[in-house]
């Protein structure tokens, strides 16, 4: 990850980091509301975000940054970012070009957990 980072130091000191310096970035459709995938984002990256347009995030596996779409031509077009009360999660909104997850899935949120009965329905 970046060492130094052009981020606005307004909105650096509103972030609360884990101990690798990442927030999380929950990603969701614009215009319908469906969540489509989370993922990480340091300061250089949500700056690159903030600047470009186009959403970046730090891949913890491989230890790099990456514009959703720059592989698979399935870009996220950033509409707004917004910050969770605790400072620890970003919400994305974007205009999604195809689908958002790596399986090829609309959503990464595809899959149910096999018979489970949630408390009270």
Do not use: I, N
């Amino acid at each position: 990850m970046s060492a130094a980072s052009a981020l606005d130091p307004a909105v650096a000191t509103l972030l609360s980091r884990d101990p690798a310096g990442l927030v999380a970035a929950v990603v969701q459709q614009h215009d319908t509301g469906e969540v489509l995938m989370l993922a990480w984002m340091d300061d250089e990256a949500l700056h690159r975000t903030l600047t470009t347009g186009r959403a970046t995030y730090w891949s913890r596996s491989r230890g790099e940054y990456w514009v959703k779409g720059d592989t698979s031509g399935h870009r996220q077009w950033v509409r707004d970012v917004r910050l969770d009360c605790d400072g620890d999660a970003l919400l994305l909104l974007v205009d999604q070009e195809g689908p958002a997850c790596h399986t090829g899935e609309r959503s990464c949120f595809h899959r149910g957990l096999p018979a489970v009965q949630v408390a009270g329905r």
